[in-house]
């Protein structure tokens, strides 16, 4: 694989699905998975996140971006309970801001600590000058 | 005296009746700091679990608690679903093999959910979490060679209250920081019923192992 995959965590299945067409838009070729939801409302499910990682894995890495706090400990939860890789990775970033830097990089083919870079760089983002 | 699996399988039968009963009242609790999901979540993941153990058999204590574990990791949406799941799956790990449990394993095991807690929610005490009822309580257990049912569900209800005149430090009330301060927290409000439902599984209402 040629690109980082990005994984996509929101108590919101409507977020994350919108998050993942607007960043096909930006990189189509970045290899993205979304986990949204849980039981049909509101949540996050560290199942759905496990699948939602293996669908995307490669050699060459995943970054994992949240949204808020307990889909970090469901997020954590999923990589214990999946074989230990060293190339997967949770950024500390706002999830669509993050997202968006991060899909950007991984399109210029950079490698996973470039991405999580990127991605965790969003939080230093100036949005207006004042 | 032991604690076995039968008597596991009603703590967990008489967990799942108080959350169903005390689903609106958790629900109120957690939308008055929280996201208002925690009795609906908490009453979905103990039915399912509540059913499953009931129509299961079970040669060893841990497999009991490994199924509750993974019922709530996969049934409880939010925070809870992966801190009450990883608390059951690291008793169970002590609770391996194990028929039934003596005062020492029973300990044990409810130490390692503690741990476990601990290192999924990364909160401590104070924090006005479970862990404000969690963490006396196993510290009460360890240094009691009789662990009696009443004193249990003293314990656990007076570290629940004393979560009212906490600020939020933890998860989503934590952005409401000093206006957290006057209510009970929900997690320490199920963690109460889980160990007011533990003490009914004493036999007699007496004493654990």
């Given at each position: 694989?040629k690109y980082?995959?990005?994984?996509?965590?929101?108590?919101?299945?409507?977020?994350?699905?919108g998050?993942?067409?607007?960043?096909?838009q930006?990189?189509?070729d970045?290899?993205i998975?979304i986990a949204?939801?849980?039981?049909?409302g509101?949540?996050?499910?560290?199942l759905d996140?496990?699948?939602?990682?293996?669908?995307?894995y490669?050699?060459k890495?995943?970054?994992?971006l949240?949204d808020?706090g307990?889909a970090l400990i469901?997020a954590?939860m999923?990589l214990e309970?999946l074989?230990?890789h060293e190339n997967?990775?949770?950024a500390?970033a706002?999830?669509?801001e993050?997202?968006?830097a991060?899909?950007?990089?991984?399109?210029l083919?950079?490698s996973?600590s470039?991405?999580?870079?990127?991605?965790e760089s969003?939080?230093?983002?100036?949005?207006i000058?004042? | 005296?032991l604690?076995?699996v039968e008597?596991?399988k009603?703590w967990?039968?008489?967990l799942?009746?108080?959350?169903?009963e005390?689903k609106?009242y958790?629900?109120?609790?957690?939308?008055?700091?929280?996201d208002?999901d925690?009795?609906?979540?908490m009453?979905?993941g103990l039915?399912e679990?509540a059913s499953?153990i009931a129509?299961s058999?079970?040669?060893d204590?841990g497999?009991?608690f490994?199924?509750?574990?993974?019922t709530?990791?996969a049934?409880?949406?939010?925070?809870?679903g992966?801190l009450y799941?990883t608390a059951?799956?690291?008793?169970?790990?002590?609770?391996?093999?194990?028929k039934?449990a003596?005062r020492?394993a029973?300990?044990?095991?409810?130490?390692?959910a503690l741990?476990?807690?601990?290192?999924r929610?990364?909160?401590?005490?104070?924090d006005?979490?479970m862990i404000?009822?969690?963490?006396?309580?196993?510290a009460w257990?360890?240094?009691?060679?009789?662990?009696?049912?009443n004193?249990?569900?003293d314990?656990?209800?007076?570290?629940?209250?004393?979560t009212?005149?906490?600020?939020?430090?933890?998860?989503r009330?934590a952005?409401?920081?000093r206006?957290?301060?006057?209510?009970?927290?929900p997690?320490?409000?199920s963690?109460?019923?889980?160990f007011?439902s533990?003490a009914?599984?004493?036999e007699?209402?007496?004493?654990a192992?």
């Amino acid at each position: 694989m040629k690109y980082v995959s990005l994984v996509l965590i929101s108590h919101s299945y409507e977020i994350v699905s919108g998050l993942k067409k607007l960043l096909s838009q930006v990189q189509p070729d970045v290899p993205i998975a979304i986990a949204g939801g849980a039981e049909g409302g509101i949540g996050t499910n560290a199942l759905d996140i496990q699948t939602a990682i293996e669908s995307v894995y490669s050699e060459k890495g995943v970054v994992v971006l949240f949204d808020l706090g307990s889909a970090l400990i469901n997020a954590e939860m999923a990589l214990e309970m999946l074989e230990p890789h060293e190339n997967i990775k949770i950024a500390d970033a706002p999830l669509v801001e993050g997202a968006y830097a991060a899909v950007v990089e991984a399109g210029l083919g950079s490698s996973l600590s470039e991405v999580v870079r990127a991605s965790e760089s969003a939080k230093e983002l100036v949005k207006i000058h004042r | 005296m032991l604690w076995d699996v039968e008597q596991a399988k009603k703590w967990i039968k008489r967990l799942n009746d108080k959350i169903q009963e005390n689903k609106a009242y958790l629900t109120e609790l957690d939308q008055a700091i929280g996201d208002g999901d925690h009795g609906l979540n908490m009453a979905r993941g103990l039915q399912e679990a509540a059913s499953k153990i009931a129509n299961s058999h079970y040669d060893d204590l841990g497999s009991l608690f490994k199924d509750v574990g993974m019922t709530l990791i996969a049934k409880v949406g939010g925070a809870s679903g992966p801190l009450y799941g990883t608390a059951f799956m690291k008793a169970s790990l002590v609770l391996k093999d194990r028929k039934e449990a003596d005062r020492n394993a029973f300990v044990a095991a409810f130490s390692a959910a503690l741990d476990g807690l601990k290192m999924r929610g990364k909160a401590q005490v104070g924090d006005k979490t479970m862990i404000d009822v969690w963490d006396p309580v196993i510290a009460w257990m360890k240094s009691h060679e009789t662990i009696r049912a009443n004193e249990l569900v003293d314990l656990s209800k007076e570290k629940m209250e004393d979560t009212k005149e906490l600020e939020a430090k933890k998860g989503r009330a934590a952005y409401l920081g000093r206006r957290s301060v006057g209510h009970l927290d929900p997690g320490a409000v199920s963690s109460y019923l889980l160990f007011a439902s533990l003490a009914e599984s004493f036999e007699k209402g007496e004493s654990a192992p």
